[in-house]
């Protein structure tokens, strides 16, 4: 199996180190791995592309490269230019560091590398860790990720979950905040809210005295529907969600078209 993986907390970043080796348990000795990554953090672009300016990439080693881009440029860069005579069987994003359930989801970087893979055609997973208070004292705090993460990879591919359509499938995996000997299985789930959790801005002073904007994140300890991805999280599970790039509510289409009769 040929793979290629990417994130969004950047090249040197510990969760992709973890990545790597999942991803080398799963290509096996005959496999290859191959590594397109954000030069820099690229949290929160979720699945923005570099469209109105050119991005550098750079060789950093073998079957290794940094790009100046998103996640999803990381990708298609990838599959079009670095792998183009070797096209990838698997693409993998993450292990992102924090969560990436619940609302989470529609800003991560990291599902936005996974979400340009299935655009792209290919079987794509997103990998994060949820954080927490059980996690703070671990030696390695993706610990629970790099154990269980492979397995939970074969399940899904053997899974054989039906990837045909417009959009085909890409699955969003986050692992629980708790070391990896609790972790009580694996529910597969939809998409959670969190209860009253929103971004929001903090504005701040320079010492200049001009005034900015930091984006700040909502509480990801507040409640979620029980039996959604970070409710079961929360509770020592870890989640799989199958999703689609199409964003269309097909339950309010009939409705809306009664309108405009």
């Known amino acids: 199996m040929r793979i ?8 040197n970043a510990p969760g992709l180190t973890v990545l790597q080796a999942i991803a ?7 496999g290859e791995v191959w590594t397109v990554a954000p030069a820099f953090e690229q ?6 592309i570099s469209y109105t300016h050119p991005m550098m990439i750079a060789e950093m080693g073998p079957r290794r490269w940094a790009a100046e881009g998103s996640p999803a440029d990381c990708v298609l860069a990838g599959l079009h230019d670095v792998m183009k005579d070797c096209p990838p069987d ?9 969560n990436n359930s619940a609302e989470n989801a529609l800003y991560s970087g990291t599902l936005g590398g996974a979400m340009e893979g299935a655009l792209q055609g290919l079987p794509s997973i997103a990998l994060s860790q949820y954080l ?8 390695n705090p993706f610990e629970t990720a790099a154990t269980h993460g492979a397995e939970v990879i074969r399940r899904i591919l053997a899974a054989g979950t039906e990837t045909d359509g417009d959009y085909r499938l890409f699955w969003n995996v986050n692992f629980p905040p708790c070391p990896a000997d609790e972790v009580k299985g694996t529910r597969v789930v939809p998409q959670g809210r969190r209860e009253g959790t929103n971004y929001s801005v903090e504005p701040h002073l320079s010492p200049s005295g001009r005034r900015f904007l930091w984006i700040r994140g909502g509480d990801q300890r507040q409640p979620a529907p029980a039996g959604t991805d970070a409710a079961v999280n929360l509770d020592s599970y870890i989640s799989v969600t199958p999703m689609r790039a199409d964003l269309t509510d097909h339950a309010a289409l009939a409705a809306l078209e009664g309108a405009f009769a």
Do not use: W
């Not at 348990?25 to 005959?30: C, V």
């Not at 949290?43 to 923005?48: D, E, F, N, R």
């Not at 927490?132 to 030696?139: A, F, I, K, M, N």
């Open 4 to 11: 290629l993986i990417t994130n969004d907390d950047g090249i």
């Open 24 to 30: 080398e348990e799963l290509a096996g000795p005959e």
């Open 43 to 48: 949290s929160g672009v979720a699945h923005c």
């Open 90 to 98: 698997l693409v993998l994003s993450g292990v992102n560091r924090g």
């Open 132 to 139: 927490g208070p059980r996690t703070r004292d671990l030696e």
